[in-house]
């Protein structure tokens, strides 16, 4: 995979998501304990072998860059490759989709030394060994390959969007849905093909005034060039929702789920922080959760997941809930089914609650 240059497109379409990305990007939302949605698909990319990454940037990347750094823990930190942060274009607004980002920076694709791209969202939640695709686009000869998930289009976290696809794994035409023995997919946005190629695409969808990488560029050509498409048969999720953010959370909850996502393709790796084990004190009951070292449990934890540096004191009792890094939980307080970003304090005896459909959301810094 030395010969394959990695692309992450932060390109964020409409989300429901504003109470969590108000500060920050879609991809740096911190998600299962102590990571963040990027880191997915960057492990991805290392574990497989690829070691030139550009990471195309949107607005509000401060938090982003300060998890990124160097790409040291990625072992992205080098004097030849490595990762590169690609910034917008200024003045361009988000309506003008992500072809435009793409060709800002042609002249950093075109100048890498690797034969090959993969392009790829910031914001899938899965763990995918990139060989394995790679070799079924050459053995296949290839102009495009995708890669999606037999995850039905109309599901609520079912990734990208739908495609049909032949019994040879050839992306087919839209009026094409009844072919005999064809499949039905949801596309990843995750694209391997010529880096020549790539590029004359986008310089071709520009002049044609197309906005969108994906549906423009890719899916208005299955006719005229060979595009195949390959299964991921894994753990797969895109966030759109406060909604799926908080079920796809409490999904990791579930052994099988987590051993799957974070083991079964390689590490995921995420930004370290030097900071002492879990303290369980003797009054502190904890059953079915995900809690992250720096925190300090007096209180009951129950069906939740706590990141970095969260204090539950003695008498208080969370359920059901995600705490971001640095909550406090105080004496007595009660918080169920909700959604806490950083810094959220919550005072003694105060009570909060949502419902599991509509989870509670307090924005970041907030006291209660």
Not at 51 to 56: E, K, P, S, Y
Not at 94 to 104: I, R, S, V
Not at 172 to 200: C, N, P
Request: hydrophobic share 35%; with cysteine.
């Amino acid at each position: 995979m030395d010969d394959v240059l990695g692309l992450i497109n932060l390109y964020e379409p409409p989300t429901n998501l504003a109470a969590i990305t108000q500060h920050r990007p879609l991809a740096a939302v911190p998600f299962g304990g102590r990571y963040r949605l990027i880191d997915f698909v960057l492990s991805s990319m290392v574990n497989s072998g690829i070691r030139n990454v550009g990471i195309m940037v949107e607005q509000k990347c401060r938090s982003l860059l300060d998890h990124l750094r160097s790409g040291k823990e990625w072992d992205l930190a080098r004097k030849r490759d490595g990762l590169f942060i690609l910034p917008p274009p200024e003045a361009v607004p988000t309506a003008c989709g992500d072809l435009h980002n793409f060709q800002y920076h042609l002249d950093y694709i075109r100048k890498s030394r690797q034969k090959y791209v993969l392009i790829t969202a910031g914001d899938t939640i899965c763990n995918v060994n990139y060989r394995e695709p790679f070799a079924f686009h050459r053995s296949k000869q290839a102009e495009v390959t995708l890669l999606y998930t037999s995850a039905p289009g109309n599901h609520p976290d079912a990734p990208g969007i739908k495609i049909n696809i032949g019994q040879n794994g050839r992306l087919l035409a839209g009026d094409e849905t009844s072919v005999a023995g064809g499949l039905q997919g949801s596309s990843l946005e995750m694209y391997i093909l010529q880096k020549d190629l790539f590029a004359d695409l986008i310089q071709e969808g520009r002049t044609k005034g197309y906005s969108d990488f994906g549906c423009d560029v890719i899916l208005k050509n299955r006719e005229r060039l060979k595009i195949f498409a390959y299964p991921h048969n894994g753990y797969t999720a895109r966030i759109r929702s406060l909604s799926s953010y908080y079920r796809q959370n409490m999904g990791l909850l579930q052994p099988e789920i987590w051993q799957e996502l974070f083991y079964r393709s390689g590490l995921i790796y995420t930004k370290i922080k030097d900071e002492a084990p879990v303290k369980y004190r003797e009054t502190a009951s904890v059953k079915n959760a995900l809690i992250a070292n720096g925190c300090i449990i007096e209180g009951q934890v129950e069906n939740s997941i706590l990141f970095r540096g969260v204090r539950v004191r003695k008498g208080a009792c969370v359920k059901n809930s995600i705490i971001m890094q640095k909550g406090d939980i105080a004496e007595n307080a009660a918080v169920e089914f909700a959604i806490c970003d950083k810094d959220v304090s919550v005072t003694a005896g105060k009570k909060v609650r949502g419902t599991e459909k509509a989870p509670l959301v307090i924005a970041k810094g907030c006291t209660i």
